[in-house]
């Protein structure tokens, strides 16, 4: 009984989501703008108020899958060279799923960005340079139990954090997801001690009835401290 339930939960979840994404502008709007999903609108509206994506910069997706974000990107760094007068960025994207090519970004799919395999082919295929960003819209397979999901977000949030600190360069900033809940004011705490400046976002192209934020760190200070368990030591 308890199975038909959940079966019946999840069917109408899903008629829910069909029938939102064909009223979603957003999608409509991606879809002229060939980004590959409607996310793409959350990160230009961050960057349009924070500017942390300039030509020139040096920028690692994580969790990049379809690959809206590092399409943003490529765009807002000149990692594609679309531009000659301006300075040419770089852009990374990882992710565990299958990544499409996109122009001007180094894809590396199937790979799981928390291990040391990942981290050491990220620093060799930046040459050993430092990373100005690093971008995480990240989000695990939902569940159905509330309270789970967020400490499984919050668990994904902290290893975003830590791979930051092993490439980010000084003063280099972090913007990453994370849902609303009562861990989320500890993980900015945590983040205060390593960053000079902690913002809390929910851009406009966020669904009104998403409990998603978005925090972005700034100025990074380096590592003082080794990271323990997932959370800072």
């Known amino acids: 009984m308890c199975f038909l339930i959940n079966c019946l939960k999840r069917l109408k979840s899903s008629q829910q989501w069909l029938n939102r994404q064909k009223t979603d502008p957003y999608v409509e709007k991606a879809k002229m703008y060939n980004y590959r999903c409607r996310s793409a609108f959350k990160l230009l509206e961050m960057n349009e108020k924070t500017n942390i994506l300039t030509p020139g910069l040096t920028v690692v997706d994580l969790g990049a899958s379809p690959g809206s974000w590092t399409q943003v990107a490529v765009q807002k760094t000149n990692s594609d060279g679309a531009d000659k007068s301006k300075p040419k960025g770089t852009v990374l994207s990882i992710d565990k799923l299958q990544i499409f090519p996109i122009s001007g970004a180094t ?3 199937n790979m799981d960005f928390s291990t040391i395999e990942a981290h050491d082919k990220v620093v060799a295929a ?5 990373v100005d960003l690093v971008l995480s819209d990240m989000a695990p397979s939902a569940t159905g139990i509330r309270e789970l999901d967020k400490d499984r977000i919050i668990g994904l949030c902290y290893m975003a954090i830590r791979f930051a600190a092993l490439v980010t360069k000084i003063n280099g900033n972090l913007l990453f997801k994370v849902w609303d809940g009562k861990e989320v004011p500890i993980l900015e705490m945590d983040l205060e001690r390593f960053y000079k400046t902690i913002k809390v ?6 669904r009104s009835d998403s409990s998603e934020k978005f925090i972005l760190a700034r100025g990074f200070k380096g590592i003082q401290r080794p990271l323990e368990n997932g959370r800072w030591g």
Do not use: D, E, F, V
Request: proline fraction near 7%.
């Open 107 to 109: 894809i590396m799919s």
């Open 126 to 130: 930046l040459n050993g340079k430092k």
């Open 201 to 206: 976002m929910k851009p406009n192209a966020s």
